[in-house]
C-alpha cells in the first residue's frame, strides 16, 4: 500500500460518502472508488458496506481504521522529523518523568536527541503520572516515561517498553546482605520506606509484602521519588523497595527480590495523533526501538 | 552453498502449515499491482532518520554524502529468507567496500532490540535500521499486510505483532531491495512478493558497477 491509498480511505472514513470524499482529494469518483478497491485487496477484506443510500465502515474497517491512520500520523512526523536536518527552527521535546523513574534511564536517549536533532530544547517534569497525563492533555507535554498498566486511557497511546524487575535497596554492612536473593517473608522484622500514594511503586510493592507478611512491615519515613528513597537509606532511616533499573549509588547495595512481581511496565505515552516535534518523534522511536533489558 | 541453493533447501524445507501460509501470500498479492504503488527507477528516495540497532539515529543524508547505498526491507527476524539474503549481500558489499563507497542498509519494523539481535545473530556489518510504525516502508510503498495464515503461523510460534511492531496491524514490508545513488536517486527497485525466491545476488553486483563506472 502507499501513502494515497491510505489517506484516501481515512478520508472516506470520516465523511462516508465516495462523491464527497472525491472530492475532498481532488479525484475522480471512478478514481477514488478504484483507490479503495485496491487497498481493500491488498489488506484483504472489505472495508466499507456500499450501499446505496448509506457508506459505512465495515468491521473490518473499523478493525483496520486505527493502524491505517498509525501510519499515516508516523509518515507525516517522519518527514517532519527529515525536514529538521534542514531547518533553523527549534525542537521543543517537553518529557513527563514518574518520579520512580528517574532520569538516569531516559538520559542516553536524550543524549542521542541532543547529539543528532538540530536546535533541540528540551524540559524533564517530574510528578505523579495523573498530573503527569493532565498536563500532556493540556499541552505541556510531548511524551510521558511512566510505570503503568496497559490499560488504554481514551486519548493516549501507550506502548510497553518493558517490565521491570524489583530490587531491594540497602545500605553497607546490613545484616540482610547475607541474603542473595530476597524474599517478602526476609522483610518481616525491616525497617522500610514508604510513599506518598497507594499506586507509587513503593507502595504498590510494600502491599504486596503485607499480603504475605499478614501484615504492614515498619514504614515510619515516606519518600516521593527514587533519588530522595535512596538518601533515606543511605542515611540509616530505612530500606527502599525499588526497580532493579534504578541506578544504584556506590555506598548502596541492591538485592533482587524474588516473589515480589509487578504487573505494571515501564512505558511510554503520548497523546494520539497530536503534531509534534522532530525531538518528540526521534526521542519515542529511540525508545521503542531499543532493548531496555 | 549459493544463496540460490540456501533458499532452495529452506524452501523444500517448509513445514505443512508454512507451505500453506506461504500459497496464500503467492494468491493474494499480485506483483504488478505492488510495483506500481512502490517507488520506481528515477524516483526520490524519501529523506529519513531512524534508530539503528546500536540505539543511534541515523539520517539517509549522512549515508548518502559517504555512499550510494542498498536498501533491503526485511519482512521480519522471523523471515529466514530474509537472512540468508542480507548475509549474502552484506558479505558481498564487503568485498566491494574497498573499490566502490557504497553501503547496505537493513530496515525493518522491529521494536524492543530485536534490530540489535537480528544483527548480532546474522554477523551483519551493515546498518539494521529500526523503522518505527512503518514510517519509511510506507513512503517507499512497500508496506504490506501479513495475511491470515502466515499471522496464525506466526503466532503459534510465540511471535506476537503487539511485542513485535508495538501494535497488531500484522504491517510489515514487502521484501524488497533498491539501490539509492548519492544524488539520493533510485536507480534500481526490485519487490519480492514470493519472498522464497531472491534475485539481488545476480540483479544487484550489475547495478553497482554500472553506478561506479558512471561516476
Not at chain 1, 489517506?7 to 460518502?17: E, G, I, K, Y
Not at chain 1, 490499560?151 to 541474603?179: C, D, I
Request: proline share 5%.
Amino acid at each position: 500500500m502507499d501513502l494515497p491509498q491510505i489517506s484516501h480511505f481515512l478520508v472516506l472514513a470520516r465523511l462516508l460518502n465516495f462523491t464527497r470524499a472525491a472530492e475532498e482529494c481532488r479525484i475522480t469518483q471512478p478514481a477514488f472508488s478504484r483507490s479503495v478497491r485496491r487497498l481493500e485487496l491488498e489488506l484483504g477484506g472489505d472495508l466499507v458496506l456500499r450501499e446505496r443510500s448509506l457508506t459505512q465502515l465495515t468491521k473490518f474497517g473499523q478493525a483496520m481504521l486505527p493502524f491505517l491512520e498509525q501510519i499515516m500520523f508516523a509518515a507525516d512526523a517522519a518527514k517532519a522529523e527529515a525536514r529538521q536536518f534542514h531547518s533553523q527552527e527549534g525542537a521543543p521535546l517537553h518529557l513527563g518523568l514518574s518520579p520512580w523513574l528517574g532520569l538516569p534511564l531516559v538520559g542516553p536517549i536524550l543524549a542521542e536527541v541532543v547529539r543528532t536533532v538540530k536546535n533541540v530544547e528540551f524540559s524533564v517534569t517530574v510528578d505523579k503520572e495523573p498530573a503527569l497525563r493532565e498536563r500532556m492533555l493540556q499541552g505541556e507535554l510531548d511524551v510521558i516515561f511512566a510505570v503503568g498498566s496497559d490499560t488504554a486511557h481514551g486519548r493516549f497511546n501507550q506502548w510497553r517498553l518493558f517490565s521491570p524487575t524489583t530490587s531491594l535497596f540497602l545500605p553497607p554492612g546490613h545484616a540482610m546482605l547475607g541474603v542473595d536473593e530476597i524474599s517478602a517473608r526476609d522483610l518481616a522484622d525491616a525497617t522500610l520506606l514508604g510513599a506518598f500514594d497507594a499506586d507509587a511503586l513503593p507502595e504498590v510493592l510494600l502491599a504486596q509484602v503485607a499480603r504475605t507478611l499478614g501484615r504492614r512491615p515498619a514504614t515510619p519515613h515516606r519518600a516521593g521519588n527514587w533519588e530522595t528513597s535512596l538518601q533515606l537509606v543511605r542515611s540509616g532511616f530505612g530500606l527502599s523497595l525499588g526497580l532493579s533499573c534504578w541506578t544504584t549509588p556506590d555506598e548502596l547495595v541492591a538485592r533482587p527480590l524474588r516473589d515480589l512481581e509487578l504487573t505494571q511496565g515501564v512505558v511510554i505515552e503520548t497523546i494520539g495523533g497530536r503534531p509534534r516535534s522532530a525531538a518528540a518523534t526521534s526521542f519515542i522511536k529511540l525508545a521503542r526501538a531499543r532493548s531496555w533489558l | 552453498m549459493s544463496l540460490k541453493e540456501t533458499l532452495d533447501a529452506l524452501r523444500s524445507a517448509m513445514t505443512e502449515e508454512a507451505t500453506a501460509a506461504y500459497a496464500e501470500i503467492l494468491e493474494r498479492f499480485d506483483s504488478q499491482m505492488l510495483g506500481r504503488r512502490a517507488l520506481k527507477i528515477g524516483d526520490r528516495m524519501p529523506e529519513f532518520v531512524l534508530p539503528n540497532a546500536e540505539g543511534k539515529l541515523v539520517s539517509s543524508a549522512q549515508l548518502l554524502s559517504k555512499h550510494s547505498l542498498i536498501i533491503n526491507f526485511y519482512r521480519g527476524s522471523w523471515c529466514p529468507y530474509c537472512s540468508v539474503t542480507l548475509k549474502a549481500l552484506d558479505s558481498w558489499v564487503k568485498t566491494q567496500s574497498e573499490r566502490i563507497p557504497l553501503a547496505l542498509v537493513a530496515i525493518s519494523p522491529e521494536t524492543g532490540g530485536r534490530a540489535s539481535e537480528f544483527k548480532a545473530i546474522n554477523e551483519l556489518e551493515c546498518e539494521v535500521l529500526v523503522d518505527v510504525d512503518n514510517a519509511i516502508a510506507v513512503q517507499f510503498g512497500v508496506v504490506i499486510r501479513l495475511p491470515k495464515r502466515y499471522q496464525t503461523l506466526l503466532l503459534g510460534r510465540g511471535i506476537d505483532p503487539k511485542t513485535l511492531h508495538g501494535g497488531e496491524g500484522w504491517l510489515i514490508p514487502l521484501a524488497s531491495t533498491f539501490v539509492v545513488s548519492t544524488g539520493g536517486q533510485i536507480v534500481h527497485s526490485e519487490l519480492h512478493v514470493d519472498h522464497t525466491r531472491r534475485t539481488e545476488m545476480e540483479t544487484i553486483p550489475p547495478v553497482i558497477e554500472r553506478l561506479s563506472s558512471s561516476v
